[in-house]
């Protein structure tokens, strides 16, 4: 259940084909916002979220990871009615600190991945108040109950999920 | 990775630079013109890119959907469909004869209406649209539905269903929309109690029930009191049903005023068919007419008839809706009408001809009726995606 650190050699890097790397975070972002015209409570997760986590823990790359990020939380943006952004900042620091603690501690089995998770959730949930309130003066509360629950979800499922991408991976 | 990098240097470095800026030409340049529905109103690149990437899929998504689940309704799953045919004709008997005794009523109302010159707001076009699409997230509460401008769709167009007030049009792509739902934290509505006729603002608000703010009560106001629309913000007509008064409470922020938390008439999260209201008009009622004989449509006639998963609603909901129209206050925005006459207040043209009729040739939703009769006033309504609020 700990978080396992392990040397730097110790830890695979892994890359994906292409045609992954695009159509992952397109079929997480087409479900985000699709699913929850059936299922409104699907809105508690935040599948582009793990998506990003998931590319960043596995590449290790700062830079990539960040990237990631970037780009999913740009396009989640588009599809509110908020300014572009929010999501995009949220995203890119999560992509970012996900990248730098995947290239130094061992995040592969699943009692790692549920903490990580849930860390970055929160993580991502406090940057995007934060900048939504403080740069875009938009009036969202921080609830710790609905946070905290949200989080953890996500952590539950990013178990399950991960599970499956971890077959779409190479190693270098 | 970090061999990709050296082996790739210099092409990553361009690559990064150009994926830069072409991120950052995407926030700014704005794409204008016939795209939109407001010719004024802009939006960014990487909005309309992401749009036109993923709504084909959702429309797609949704109407398979729909239809195997039509296929399963409609041919397979018929059980206990004549006992429940028996049991309507029951019911529409006892409505048959109910309805005799409301046109009477609303006969004798219309006579006091027309006496009094009251005016009155009537939906005389509405579009049924499906919802595709939702932002995804609790944190900006907007739905997408598959019409567009394309449709006769314009930003800030009110959208409703048969049980009420749903939001408007935020934005109006060439073949969708993005509608914001009257509980977004962003948005809000003129509204008022139905029973003391206290007006407020309607604000959206962050656990999804809207509020009622600005309100100082020289009455009692009570859970379960009704909510409907003035028709002063410029949005919703006059008289839609709105939801129910869920508590009351000082506002803290607000001291000397009271906050309304309000239960949506409308189950908001588990929306599936919508209507746009892109038409709307203004008129005095003829003192003879007399309801369904007068070949005019009240509103809710008009809603119930349009979208296909209320018609089990029709009877309750049309109560609601009906008792608000038939009831109109006075709106002192309303530009003044000669008697009969109607006024458009929708920016395309609108008619006095027969409601009813044109709205059973446009059952399916899809059409772009063009009126034929004169016009008295153009708009009054401006479609700039903004809440203009009370």
């Known amino acids: 259940m700990a978080v396992r650190q392990v040397s730097r050699e110790g830890i695979e890097v892994f890359q994906f084909h292409p045609v992954v790397v695009v159509l992952v975070p397109l079929i997480a972002l087409y479900l985000q916002n699709t699913l929850p015209v059936r299922f409104p409570r699907f809105a508690l997760f935040d599948l582009p979220l793990l998506v990003t986590v998931f590319f960043a823990v596995a ?15 740009l396009v989640q943006d588009s599809f509110t009615h908020q300014p572009l952004g929010l999501f ?30 849930f860390c970055f959730a929160l993580l991502h949930n406090a940057v995007y108040m934060w900048v939504a309130r403080g740069l875009a003066q938009l009036p969202l509360p921080w609830n710790w109950g609905e946070r905290l ?5 996500n952590a539950l499922v990013s178990i399950v999920l991960f599970h499956y991408l971890d077959k779409l991976k190479r190693r270098r | 990775m970090e061999n990709f990098f050296t082996r790739f240097r210099k092409e990553t470095i361009v690559a990064g630079i150009l994926l830069a800026q072409i991120i950052l030409l995407a926030m700014q340049v704005q794409v204008t013109g016939n795209t939109t529905a407001d010719p004024n109103q ?31 309704s409609d041919y397979v799953d018929l059980r206990d469909v004549r006992e429940e045919n028996e049991k309507l004709n029951a019911e529409v008997n006892r409505l048959r004869l109910e309805q005799a005794r409301y046109q009477q009523d609303a006969a004798q109302g219309r006579r006091l209406q027309s006496l009094l010159e009251f005016k ?35 930003n800030g167009m009110a959208v409703v269903t048969p049980d ?18 009257i509980n977004d934290v962003t948005s809000g509505a003129g509204v008022m109690l139905e029973r003391q006729r206290i007006k407020g603002v309607l604000k ?64 908001l999260p588990e929306l599936e068919e919508v209507l746009i209201i892109t038409e709307m008009a203004v008129r005095t009622p003829g003192a003879m007419e007399t309801g369904s004989g007068s070949g005019t449509t009240r509103a809710a006639d008009l809603l119930s008839l349009r979208l296909p998963s209320a018609k089990k609603k029709v009877d309750e909901t049309s109560a609601t809706i009906g008792t608000a129209t038939v009831t109109p206050v006075v709106n002192p925005l309303v530009p003044k009408s000669t008697d009969g006459k ?13 409601i009813q009729t044109e709205n059973k040739s446009n059952a399916a939703g899809t059409d772009k009726k063009k009126p034929t009769d004169p016009v008295t006033v153009p708009k009054k309504q401006t479609p700039d995606g903004r809440d203009s609020g009370h």
Request: hydrophobic fraction near 40%; glycine fraction near 10%.
């Open chain 1, 59 to 73: 590449r290790r790359n700062q830079i990539s990871g960040t990237v990631t990020g970037c780009l999913i939380g």
């Open chain 2, 42 to 72: 802009k939006i960014t690149l990487i909005r309309s890119w992401a749009e036109a990437m993923v709504a084909p899929f959702q429309r797609a998504t949704i109407h398979t959907g729909q239809a195997l689940r039509a296929v399963w």
């Open chain 2, 342 to 354: 109607i006024t458009a207040i929708r920016p395309t043209t609108t008619t006095t001809t027969n």
């Open chain 1, 149 to 153: 629950g949200s989080a953890l979800l």
């Open chain 2, 204 to 267: 959206g608000s962050n656990s999804g029930r809207p509020e009622i703010i600005n309100v100082m009560a020289d009455e009692k106001i009570e859970p379960g009191d009704k909510v409907i629309t003035t028709g002063g913000d410029g949005v919703y007509p006059k008289g839609l049903s709105v939801g129910t008064v869920e508590s009351v409470t000082p506002d803290k922020e607000r001291d000397p005023f009271l906050l309304i938390r309000v239960k949506p008439a409308v189950n």
């Open chain 1, 88 to 117: 995009g900042i949220a995203k890119s620091v999560v992509g970012f600190a996900a990248s730098s603690i995947g290239a130094k501690v061992d995040v592969e089995n699943p009692g790692s991945r549920l903490i990580l998770m």
């Open chain 2, 164 to 181: 009420g007030i749903v939001g408007k049009i935020l934005h109006a792509d060439s073949n969708r929309s993005q509608v914001l739902l």
């Open chain 2, 120 to 154: 009155e707001q009537l939906i005389t076009h509405t579009l049924a649209a499906q919802v595709i699409g939702t932002s995804g997230t609790d944190l900006s509460r907007v739905l997408y539905v598959d019409r567009g401008s394309n449709d006769g769709v314009m």
